[in-house]
Structure formats: structure tokens, C-alpha cells
């Protein structure tokens, strides 16, 4: 087991996914390789139901008899609930999470975009973080509360690169997609508009609430062919 190795595992939703990738890209970056049996084993974690919560404690226990020797790191949601998870080594929270590298003592530096998804035809792309509806039953803004919209020339950098690596399709996400652009002074419709005027390949958006889905964005969608017909909504 050398020292310089990870692995990552991953729970939830499409924005833990990317996280998850641009936590590789940072390591991978600092010369460390993706092996099964690393030293740093690191959990991104969910917690949005009480059954991923369950599979999340239990992959850790798995992970600390598997690997004595190893470090397990404990990263996401999760660890914001809990600060005391039942064999990790290091808890990492979400504002944190993308500096999990400099956490291990690694100065590269630091990348805020993806250029691969690892194991997907399709790319996602992080646009937004943080939700403020308070929804009874929903966890989410105990967890990611910090309100941020990547600016939307960030946005299409990272697009182009991905579409410079055959990516032909990208799955826009966030936590609460619909309220991208407001902290910033634009909205979803017109990110929409730049990334079809400049990328040729499909775009699909990720869950919005019913709320975000407006006469204005059905429209938008109807009279652009780059964007996937397709909506998820959540209906709880």
C-alpha cells in the first residue's frame, strides 16, 4: 500500500458526483494514483434519506476492518450532522471538501473546474450551491446553507473544456438549480442561452422544483434543440 494512493466513494445526488470528480482531479494533480487499495479511503457522504445514511455508516465500518492500516476520510453532508463518525480519521466538511488535498499536506494548486468524469459519457457540471426553502422535510439547508452561482463565464470555460474532451453531452446541476444566477444578477434562462450559443452538444438540466419550471423556460427549451427535452422534478 503506497502512501500517494486514493479512492474515492461516492453518495448522492449529481452535485456530490462532480465534487467527488474535481476532489480527484486535485489529487491526481499532486501525483497521487486512484488505486483500490489506498491508503486514503474517502467517503463523500449523503444524508438526505435515513437508508443512504445507514449505507454510508456501514460502508465506513467496512472500510476501517478492510483497511486498518488505511486513513478514511469523511466528507459531504453528512459531517455536518455529525461530528463524531464511527471510524473515520479525518472529517472533512463541505466548505472544505475541495481542499481536501492541501488538508493531506499537498500544494498544487488548486483546480475549480472539472476536464473528465471518470466512468461517464456524460459530464456534470456544478453551477450553483445552497438552498434556503426550509422545506419540512428536507435536510439539505442544515447542510449546504452558503448561497453561491458560479459565474456563467466560469461555467462555459469549463463546458469548452469538457467538450474539447469528446464530452457531447453535459448535465447541468446544483443544489437548488433553480435559484442559480440570483446572488449574481442573472438567472438559469440566461446561462441556458450562452451555453447553447457556444457548445454543440446537448444540454440537460438536473432536478428542478416545480416552482423554477416557469412559462419562460418551457419556452426557452421548446426553441432550443440542445437542450434535452427532459425534465426531474421532485414531487415530495
Not at 458526483?17 to 491526481?28: A, F, G, K, T, W
Not at 454510508?56 to 463524531?84: A, M, W
Not at 440570483?182 to 438540466?205: A, E, F, H, T
Request: net charge positive; aromatic share 8%; hydrophobic share 35%.
Amino acid at each position: 500500500m503506497r502512501l500517494n494512493t486514493f479512492k474515492i466513494y461516492t453518495f448522492g445526488c449529481k452535485v456530490n458526483q462532480y465534487e467527488s470528480q474535481l476532489i480527484r482531479e486535485n489529487l491526481l494533480e499532486a501525483e497521487f494514483k486512484e488505486e483500490d487499495d489506498a491508503f486514503y479511503h474517502i467517503v463523500n457522504t449523503c444524508c438526505v434519506t435515513q437508508h443512504t445514511e445507514n449505507k454510508v455508516r456501514k460502508l465506513i465500518r467496512h472500510l476501517r476492518r478492510l483497511y486498518p492500516s488505511s486513513r478514511i476520510i469523511v466528507c459531504g453532508c453528512l459531517v455536518e450532522l455529525d461530528r463524531n463518525i464511527e471510524g473515520a480519521d479525518i472529517l472533512v466538511s463541505n466548505k472544505e471538501k475541495e481542499q481536501i488535498h492541501r488538508i493531506l499536506g499537498l500544494h498544487s494548486q488548486r483546480r475549480d473546474k472539472i476536464t473528465f468524469f471518470k466512468s461517464r459519457s456524460r459530464a456534470f457540471v456544478k453551477v450553483q450551491e445552497g438552498c434556503r426553502n426550509r422545506c419540512s422535510y428536507c435536510v439539505i439547508p442544515f447542510t449546504r446553507y452558503s448561497i453561491h452561482s458560479k459565474p456563467v463565464k466560469n461555467v462555459l470555460e469549463e463546458v469548452l473544456i469538457l467538450e474539447s474532451k469528446g464530452y457531447k453531452e453535459i448535465v447541468i446541476c446544483g443544489t437548488n438549480l433553480g435559484e442559480y444566477g440570483k446572488d449574481i444578477g442573472v438567472d438559469l434562462i440566461s446561462l441556458l442561452d450562452i451555453l447553447c450559443k457556444n457548445y454543440s452538444g446537448r444540454i440537460r438540466l438536473s432536478s428542478l422544483e416545480p416552482k423554477y419550471i416557469t412559462d419562460s423556460l418551457i419556452h426557452f427549451m421548446k426553441e432550443h434543440n440542445k437542450i434535452c427535452p427532459h425534465l426531474h422534478i421532485p414531487f415530495q
